[in-house]
Nanobody, 126 residues
Framework: VQLQASGGGLVQAGGSLRLSCTVS????????VGWFRQAPGKEREFVAA????????VYADSVKGRFTISRDNAKNTVYLQMNILKPTDTAVYYC????????????????????WGQGTLVTVSS
């Protein structure tokens, strides 16, 4: 399974970006998908995750109400819509996939995810 994250860039505080995570090599519907981020000098942290068919989602408290995760299994793509961006959202964003048989399973723990994309940089200026 290969994951390709894209959509990062430079945006002013209060602006929006949409990240995409495209999966190849396997059918996306077999995987829960999560987004994580790592800011300079900080540990990687969980951002959001979505279950295999999109029925369950979970968000970090820091992004709840501002970010929305969604997926289109027909396009093998998961999205992260980021609104009202803050300078504290500046980080490299990674998507990751977690093979699961459960339609409702979704995890916030990085160790649960087997495959990772290369990351896309989001920079929010004040």
């Amino acid at each position: 399974v290969q994951l390709q994250a894209s959509g990062g860039g430079l945006v002013q505080a209060g602006g929006s970006l949409r990240l995409s995570c495209t999966v190849s090599g396997r059918t996306l519907s077999g995987y829960a998908v999560g987004w994580f981020r790592q800011a300079p000098g900080k540990e990687r942290e969980f951002v959001a995750a979505v279950s295999r068919h999109g029925g369950s989602t979970v968000y970090a408290d820091s992004v709840k109400g501002r970010f929305t995760i969604s997926r289109d299994n027909a396009k093998n793509t998961v999205y992260l819509q980021m609104n009202i961006l803050k300078p504290t959202d500046t980080a490299v964003y990674y998507c990751a996939s977690d093979l699961t048989l459960s339609s409702s399973y979704v995890s916030t723990e990085a160790i649960r995810y087997e495959y990772w994309g290369q990351g896309t940089l989001v920079t929010v200026s004040s």
